[in-house]
């Protein structure tokens, strides 16, 4: 299989630990479950199972492509029974036994995980933002253009930090059109 040659490739050029994010979209890639389960077993992939979010172009996602994380995780879990694992960050971990690799979920739908996530992201113009689905960003680049201090700089990210909301405001049911794709918020 061509991805278990690029993991041991990966590895022999010095990067550990390899991780993989898997978006799943029911129809689309959700074949594949069980087989990428399959790497983590056998080969020391790090791999997240992301559920399909509505970030970006809503007119393009459907509650029909979504799955959820428990979904996910039973179309597996008969083959490779996994146990909850500690990680980092706002996925679950789970390791099949004796695996050499993890399993994360990521799934803010089914699996509200905002008071565990631990993310900033920057965007592509500059920006720092606290929720994927919070328009609010904090402007870092045009401080760092200027010369900004350490503490001009520490104060920006607190800004971002405690702008992060204890739950994700977004409403599945009046799904809007964003601006911001995921490439343009830095996922």
């Given at each position: 299989m061509?991805?278990?040659?690029?993991?041991?490739?990966?590895?022999?050029?010095?990067?550990?630990?390899?991780?993989?994010?898997?978006?799943?979209?029911?129809g689309m890639n959700d074949n594949e479950i069980e087989d990428f389960a399959?790497?983590?077993?056998?080969?020391?992939?790090?791999?997240?199972?992301?559920?399909?979010?509505?970030?970006?172009?809503?007119?393009?996602?459907?509650?029909?492509?979504?799955?959820?994380?428990?979904?996910?995780?039973?179309?597996?879990?008969?083959?490779?029974?996994?146990?909850?694992?500690t990680g980092?960050?706002?996925?679950?971990?789970f390791k099949i036994k004796n695996a050499k690799g993890t399993i994360g979920f990521i799934d803010c739908i089914g699996d509200e995980f905002c008071m565990m996530c631990n993310r900033l992201r920057l965007t592509a113009d500059g920006k720092l933002r606290s929720c994927l689905f919070k328009e609010q960003e904090v402007d870092i680049k045009t401080a760092l253009r200027s010369g900004c201090s350490d503490e001009e700089l520490e104060n920006i990210f607190r800004r971002a930090i405690t702008a992060k909301p204890k739950i994700h405001p977004i409403d599945f049911k009046d799904l809007r059109t964003w601006e911001r794709t995921m490439s343009g918020i830095g996922g």
């Open positions: 061509k991805i278990q040659r690029g993991i041991k490739k990966a590895h022999e050029l010095g990067f550990d630990p390899v991780k993989n994010n898997m978006v799943v979209k029911r399959d790497l983590t077993a056998h080969t020391p992939l790090h791999l997240r199972f992301i559920s399909y979010m509505p970030v970006g172009l809503q007119k393009k996602w459907s509650v029909e492509k979504y799955i959820s994380a428990g979904e996910i995780k039973k179309r597996f879990n008969p083959l490779y029974p996994a146990e909850k694992i980092n960050g706002p996925a679950m971990y």
